[in-house]
């Protein structure tokens, strides 16, 4: 199994960013998927997950950030707008509830 986040960066407050998840070892398609976020000294935290006909989002990224998946594609994507300082973290992808196995993440810097 492998979870490829990628598409963090740098950008300003109220800018915005798209996440790619590529995942290979399963079918994303046939489980329920999420994003999550972790910042150094903190737990690692849900931001949104979709499931069959379900979208669910932390009420902090409630109508900026939109979840989707192409099932040909095996991938998950995170699409991020007016982003704020406090979106900073690394991003991970994986299953929900989460497989025991991480990928590295992708680092989003928002600056003030």
């Known amino acids: 199994v492998q979870l490829q986040a990628s598409g963090g960066g740098l950008v300003q407050a109220g800018g915005s960013l798209t996440l790619s998840c590529v995942v290979s070892?399963?079918?994303?398609?046939?489980?329920?998927m999420a994003w999550y976020r972790q910042t150094p000294g903190n737990e690692r935290e849900l931001v949104a997950e979709i499931s069959t006909g379900r979208t669910a989002y932390a009420d902090s990224v409630k109508g900026r950030f939109t979840i989707s998946r192409h099932a040909m594609e095996n991938t998950m994507y995170l699409y991020m707008n007016n982003l704020k300082p406090e979106d900073t973290a690394v991003y991970y992808c994986n299953q929900r509830p989460a497989l025991s196995i991480w990928g590295q993440g992708t680092h989003v810097t928002v600056s003030s």
């Open positions: 070892g399963f079918t994303a398609a046939y489980y329920p």
